[in-house]
């Protein structure tokens, strides 16, 4: 099951009748007095979602994976690099943004620890939708593996606002352990651009579990270096 929501069309919305909005808004004023004001840090916190599930089997039960494009950004400094053809190679290196081609990507021989290494560095990877389907003969699975396969960039859309979008995009993946946890903003948006993402990330979530709100335990949201909030 995979869901992929953004604001080219209408968005999938499920009813957050569990979740009380009250209770939602106080988590956050508070979060944003602690990190803005109690304890001020010298960068800018990210805040993190973090959800228990429950009646899901991870060994048995089908997996899901699925992402949503969210309105504001959800962490402050991202990197990307561009796996290009030519005109995206041209496009990206204009633009100033990191870029390799597919003989660049061919240099690494399918070598996983130099995949890994290298692709560690950065946050997203984008590939020219020409490229995509070369990926694994060029950089075997590794990429698939460490749920860094690049998503598909077309040249209908310029590489700086497909990077923006990117870097709005919450993925959320069941893996082997019955909890998940996403960036979902930073501490400088308002409180109110922060509840409208954090609403988005939730119900995109509950529309990919089978029994919806049902598999959800327990929800919890905090800022990187301060406490954690249960909003569910």
């Known amino acids: ?18 979740l009380s909005s009250e209770v939602l808004q106080s988590a956050i004023k508070d979060i944003l007095e602690y990190s803005l004001q109690t304890k001020k ?13 429950k009646n899901y089997d991870p060994t048995r039960d089908k997996k899901f994976s699925g992402s949503v494009v969210l309105p504001y950004k959800v962490k402050t400094s991202m990197t990307t ?3 290009g053809d030519q005109q995206h190679v041209d496009e990206a290196t204009a633009a100033k943004i990191t870029v390799i081609d597919s ?8 070598d996983k620890k130099k995949i890994k290494k290298w692709a560690k560095q950065y946050d997203n990877l984008l590939a020219s939708d020409s490229l995509v389907r ?21 040249h209908d859309v310029p590489l700086p606002q497909k990077i923006d979008e990117i870097e709005r995009t ?7 352990v019955l909890c998940l946890g996403v960036a979902v903003g930073t501490v400088d948006l308002t409180h109110a651009q922060v509840e409208e993402n954090i609403a988005l ?9 089978k029994k919806g709100w049902q598999n959800v335990m327990s929800v919890h949201i905090k800022s990187s270096m301060g406490p954690s909030h249960r909003i569910f």
């Open 134 to 154: 070369q990926i694994p003969r060029l950089a075997g699975p590794q990429l698939t593996k460490m749920g860094k396969f690049p998503s598909p960039a077309t």
């Open 201 to 209: 990330a939730i119900n995109t979530l509950v529309g990919l579990l």
């Open 170 to 176: 919450v993925k959320f993946q069941m893996k082997k």
């Open 41 to 53: 840090r010298g960068f800018v916190e990210t805040i993190e979602l973090q959800v228990g599930l």
């Open 1 to 18: 099951l995979s869901l992929m929501a953004d604001w080219s069309r209408p968005v999938v919305r499920v009813p957050m009748s569990k």
């Open 81 to 83: 690099i561009v796996i």
């Open 103 to 110: 003989a660049g990507l061919q240099s690494f021989k399918k």
